[in-house]
T-cell receptor
């Protein structure tokens, strides 16, 4: 079992939709989680990080961790075509362990 | 501008021909690492360095070498490349390796080994 699992998609949504991206993790010892965004032909860049359980909000983006179910979620409100990218979740601890990424396409 | 640079961006080579991919950061970061990204497997760490002259294996180190003689540079060396090393490679750096430290990624090097 991979430490961090993520549905690869692709996920295709119309502009303005609410997007939900999800990951599961296996090791409950780690409590820091990150979301990276990767545009085509670019390196990943940090979008948000969150600690333990609860929500963290940054503009249209909300990161959520549910420790009881070992679930990490990223919600995007009012999605825009510029949000089209691959979204990678990662758990942090001794090192970063990434999920495989979910490709998101937002069409006008 | 704070950045991580990699060269070359694209490389096609043949089996067995030694190559080096350079990585440089201008942020005075202590921690640097190399990843490869493959479809269905995601980003996997090859090697990392916590400071000058300190390097260690990541999850997939076989067939790769690294060195860290200067703080800003962290080259990736493939002594005898093989087709299974065809991949997209990323160099990354961060101030430390502590929790919450953002890793800054380079633009990637697409390597094809025939």
């Amino acid at each position: 079992q991979k430490e961090v699992e993520q549905d690869p998609g692709p996920l295709s949504v119309p502009e303005g939709a609410i997007v939900s991206l999800n990951c599961t993790y296996s090791n409950s010892a780690f409590q820091y989680f990150m979301w990276y965004r990767q545009y085509s032909r670019k390196g990943p860049e940090l979008l948000m990080y969150t600690y333990s359980s609860g929500n963290k909000e940054d503009g249209r983006f909300t990161a959520q961790v549910d420790k009881s179910s070992k679930y990490i979620s990223l919600f995007i409100r009012d999605s825009q075509p510029s949000d089209s990218a691959t979204y990678l979740c990662a758990r942090e601890g001794d090192k970063l362990i990434f999920g495989t990424g979910t490709r998101l396409q937002v069409f006008p | 501008e704070a950045q991580v640079t990699q060269n070359p961006r694209y490389l096609i080579t043949v089996t067995g021909k030694k190559l080096t991919v350079t990585c440089s950061q201008n942020m005075n970061h202590e921690y640097m690492s190399w990843y490869r990204q493959d479809p269905g497997l995601g980003l996997r760490q090859i090697y990392y360095s916590m400071n000058v002259e300190v390097t260690d294996k990541g999850d997939v180190p076989e067939g790769y070498k690294v060195s860290r003689k200067e703080k800003r540079n962290f080259p990736l060396i493939l002594e005898s490349p093989s087709p299974n090393q065809t991949s997209l490679y990323f160099c990354a750096s961060s101030f430390r390796t502590g929790v919450g430290d953002e890793q800054y990624f380079g633009p990637g090097t697409r390597l094809t080994v025939t």
